[in-house]
């Protein structure tokens, strides 16, 4: 199993990126997917989700209505998408695993239920 995360970088507030998620060794289309971040001197929290079965997505209050989870199971890749960047956004994001069917926010957001996780990508936002 191998995640790898990409996409991260420095923006400005306001401003839009697009995490990527590349896998491979597993079939995508049965695992749930999340991403998670952690910043400087702060515990990991969990970004947002996406259920295998049905695609049901979960989100954390403070990117609700911004950022975005999708899937490509052709491209065996993942994506966030995060629009309205703000300043603390800024961390490193990480892609991660479950073969967990997922069934709400705090089974997702938690992260226990995931167990293969891919290096991270920093994430900057700032002016």
């Known amino acids: 199993v191998q995640l790898q995360a990409s996409g991260g970088g420095l923006v400005q507030p306001g401003g839009s990126l697009r995490l990527s998620c590349a896998t491979s060794?597993?079939?995508?289309?049965?695992?749930?997917i999340g991403w998670f971040r952690q910043a400087p001197g702060k515990e990991r929290e969990g970004v947002s989700c996406?259920?295998?079965?049905?695609?049901?997505?979960f989100y954390a209050d403070s990117v609700k209505g911004r950022f975005t989870i999708s899937r490509d199971i052709d491209a065996n890749m993942v994506y966030l998408q995060m629009n309205s960047l703000k300043p603390e956004d800024t961390a490193i994001y990480y892609c991660?695993?479950?073969?967990?069917?997922?069934?709400?926010?705090?089974?997702?957001?938690?992260?226990?239920?995931?167990?293969?996780w891919g290096q991270g990508t920093q994430v900057t936002v700032s002016s």
């Open positions: 996406l259920s295998y079965r049905d695609r049901r997505t």
């Open positions: 991660a695993i479950s073969p967990y069917y997922l069934t709400s926010t705090g089974a997702c957001l938690g992260g226990s239920k995931f167990d293969s």
């Open positions: 060794g597993f079939r995508l289309g049965v695992y749930s």
